[in-house]
């Protein structure tokens, strides 16, 4: 079965860089959009940034001209660039894909999640 294995979370100052890597694994087919979202306590899961499968991208306003979201279809593995960090950062990071296994139907997949801690 798809397996999405996350890295690259950890704690970080104000103002530091973090990148976020998620690989998929298994029977792939083909990989549509990924996104990653983050959720902070308290809050709701909240998009971050979007990426499909052409390389179109969508950011949350709070992230614009700080994070990058990209993609290596050859590696089935999307990125996330995150400069200038702020404490408002902190949250558990999510990777989400819409994945295809074989013949079957198109499905989301969830990373196990990463923290990300901001200290100011």
């Known amino acids: 079965q798809v397996q999405l294995v996350e890295s690259g979370g950890g704690l970080v100052q104000a103002g530091g860089s973090l990148r976020l890597s998620c690989a998929a694994s298994?029977?792939?087919?083909?990989?549509?959009?990924m996104t990653w979202y983050r959720q902070a306590p308290g809050n709701q899961r909240d998009v971050v940034a979007i990426?499909?499968?052409?390389?179109?991208?969508t950011y949350a306003d709070s992230v614009k001209g700080r994070f990058t979201i990209s993609r290596d279809n050859a590696k089935n593995t999307v990125y996330l660039q995150m400069n200038s960090l702020k404490p408002e950062d902190t949250a558990v990071y999510y990777c989400?894909?819409?994945?295809?296994?074989?013949?079957?139907?198109?499905?989301?997949?969830w990373g196990q999640g990463t923290q990300v801690t901001v200290s100011s």
């Open positions: 989400n894909a819409l994945i295809r296994v074989g013949v079957s139907p198109f499905r989301l997949y």
């Open positions: 298994g029977s792939i087919s083909s990989i549509n959009t």
């Open positions: 990426i499909t499968s052409g390389g179109t991208t």
